[in-house]
């Protein structure tokens, strides 16, 4: 496969006249790179890697910005004749200044740190995942959803990403910080990875026992004895428990969800959370049923109550939904636990009241 990818790669180029193209956006590489060099200076801690994961200084780690990738990104490696390796993050580009030239802030460091991880922490899964099958059938089916909506499709995949997950904990404790570290662990848990605050302990008794534990493939075994463990007391049933009590719930929507003679002349549709939310929302999906917004949402009573300015039309059904499922789960608590998806419907009577609705 890579033969023939590499061949009708090299006919793309061929056939595309691809050359002069790089040729013609290079102002655009030159400063996408130089960002991100700087970024690299500035922020990140490449140093972090050997002593951590134990692995010899004889790994190269490339950037490689992937300006059509969008929020995906990727943490190949590659070993050449000699036995050098080089480390890849292949990185996404989502956010752009008002020229739309590509802007990295130190957000973005733990992504670069992330797909680093997956060189060391991937092969160690490989290694051991025989002994982690059992584990990862009971584990996996309690999170399949989340896993899933994610691209994790198997067992195998989920606990790499757990290992390099809860490596970036351990990276954004050293160097940001406990605070960092503990926000860090709060969102990957919402993401599904329900064990993350017990396996970055763990971790943490790795990096206090190092004359033990000389590399994290020597500290492999404690890490199955983990996953076992926590998946024979069903510790998922326990954090998603835990979980689902931090979730926002709704309280109340105007016009009522359901309600079937709702005056068309209603100008705002309010949704009433039971705590703070962070500020953001997400609402659709973009289909003639979502109402007409004439404005910005904004959020009032201390982010508690989200209002959306619209125009409606009599005798019509509406329905959208907050946080739609398989997009961007952006209604979430001031603690960062997003809102599961919520079905908002209703109907407009055949005519407006003689007032003009809520304002």
């Known amino acids: 496969d890579a033969t023939n990818f590499l061949a009708a790669a090299r006919q793309f180029v061929q056939d595309s006249g691809f050359n002069a193209f790089v040729e013609q956006h290079q102002a655009l590489y030159n400063t996408t790179a130089g960002r991100m060099q700087a970024l690299m200076d500035q922020q990140a801690h490449l140093e972090w890697f050997e002593p951590f994961f134990g692995e010899p200084p004889q790994a190269g780690f490339t950037v490689v910005l992937g300006l059509l990738n969008g929020g995906c990104g990727y943490g190949p490696s590659s070993r050449d004749g000699a036995g050098h390796e080089e480390r890849f993050c292949i990185l996404g580009v989502w956010e752009t200044d008002k020229q739309g030239l590509p802007v990295f802030k130190k957000e973005l460091v733990p992504y670069v740190v992330h797909e680093f991880c997956h060189s060391y922490a991937n092969p160690i899964i490989f290694r ?5 099958a059992s584990a990862g059938k009971k584990l996996f089916r309690a999170v399949a959803d989340q896993m899933r909506a994610q691209a994790y499709g198997e067992p195998t995949t989920m606990f790499c ?9 351990r990276y954004l404790r050293q160097y940001r910080g406990p605070q960092a570290a503990e926000r860090e662990i709060r969102e990957q848990q919402v993401e599904g990875f329900l064990w ?3 396996l970055s302990d763990l971790l943490g008794q790795y990096e206090a026992e190092r004359d033990h534990y000389p590399t994290l493939e020597s500290f492999a075994p404690r890490l199955v004895e983990f996953f076992n463990a926590y998946a024979k007391t069903n510790g998922c049933a326990k954090e998603q428990q835990a979980l ?3 979730r926002p719930q709704v309280v109340s929507v105007l016009p009522a969800n359901g ?3 709702v005056d068309p002349g209603l100008k705002t549709i309010q ?3 039971d705590r703070p939310m962070n500020g953001h929302s997400n609402f659709g999906p973009r289909e003639p049923r979502l109402p007409k917004a004439t404005g910005r949402p904004r959020w009032e009573a201390h982010d508690t109550t989200w209002a959306l300015p619209v125009t409606l039309k009599p005798d019509c059904e ?3 939904y907050l946080n739609p499922p398989g997009e961007n789960q952006a209604f979430r608590s001031e603690e960062g636990v997003p809102l599961k998806p919520v079905l908002v419907k209703f109907k407009t009577r055949a005519e407006a009241s003689p007032s003009t609705g809520n304002e």
């Not at 051991?128 to 982690?132: A, Q, V």
């Not at 757990?162 to 970036?168: D, K, Q």
């Open 128 to 132: 051991h995942r025989s002994e982690l």
């Open 161 to 169: 990403e757990s290992l390099v997950r809860a490596s970036v904990i």
């Open 196 to 198: 993350m605050q017990e």
């Open 244 to 246: 689902e009590r931090r």
């Open 259 to 261: 309600a079937k003679e």
């Open 271 to 273: 949704v009433v959370f």
């Open 318 to 320: 509406y329905r959208f």
